[in-house]
């Protein structure tokens, strides 16, 4: 496995260099939609990120009557500090979706994130905190996601999961067998795992990020690969 370092090196110039284009912040409408897509940027995006062409292409070619919506995570999405970067995420994400529950009560909710955006919607559903291995620094603890919030989100996906775990069921593509640097475990990965039904999780077989590999281009196109499965798979759920 790589060192830390090294991984981080390469994974801040990558993105840098490929950075998606910038794009004002989508933010909930002020009235409820039927549908809101909750995205998570990976990692020194710029907000809407990579994910933005995901959205479009789940909001596209709603039924009649239907509307769609988005809400970005706001969060540092940065190496440096990444304690405290993953842990703001998690905290503006489960504020935002419980609230968005609350005033939304007829409203469908999905949860998206890519990279380190993955990481931390994966510890909103399974609450999260505590040390995290080669960072060297700790993670805020975080309750799960409210139940009544949960039973209004009808799918979640991930792509490039800092905290991917291998031979999980809703593991697609050819790392699905592979974990990454910081894999979810114990009672995290349990509780994560309750949810099961509602998650597709894409990790492709040499990404540094989510199966230890080797090759950076695997982790910057997800969303030219599976964009419209995983709008397919979206859509399923709704």
Wanted: proline share 5%; net charge neutral; glycine share 8%.
């Amino acid at each position: 496995m790589h060192t830390p370092s090294i991984l981080v090196s390469a994974l801040a110039l990558a993105q840098a260099a490929a950075a998606a284009p910038s794009a004002m912040p989508r933010q909930a409408p002020a009235n409820c939609t039927n549908v809101q897509v909750f995205v998570a940027r990976g990692s020194l995006e710029e907000i809407p990120g990579r994910q933005g062409k995901l959205v479009d292409a789940v909001c596209k070619d709603m039924p009649a009557g239907m509307t769609c919506g988005s809400t970005d995570i706001q969060y540092p999405a940065t190496f440096d500090a990444y304690c405290k970067s993953v842990g703001s995420g998690v905290a503006f994400a489960l504020k935002a979706v419980e609230d968005y529950a609350k005033a939304c009560p007829d409203s469908k909710m999905v949860l998206t994130g890519y990279s380190q955006g993955a990481h931390l919607m994966g510890d909103v559903l399974s609450g999260a905190g505590g040390l995290i291995p080669n960072q060297n620094c700790t993670q805020a603890k975080t309750a799960p996601l409210a139940a009544d919030a949960v039973k209004k989100v009808a799918a979640v996906t991930l792509f490039g999961d800092v905290r991917h775990t291998g031979n999980q069921t809703y593991n697609l593509a050819e790392g699905a067998g592979k974990s990454g640097i910081l894999p979810r475990v114990g009672a995290q990965l349990k509780d994560l795992n309750v949810h099961s039904n509602k998650i597709h999780s894409w990790c492709n077989g040499q990404d540094p990020v989510c199966s230890s590999g080797n090759d950076m281009d695997q982790h910057l196109t997800y969303f030219d690969q599976f964009t419209p499965d995983a709008a397919a798979f979206i859509k399923s759920k709704l």
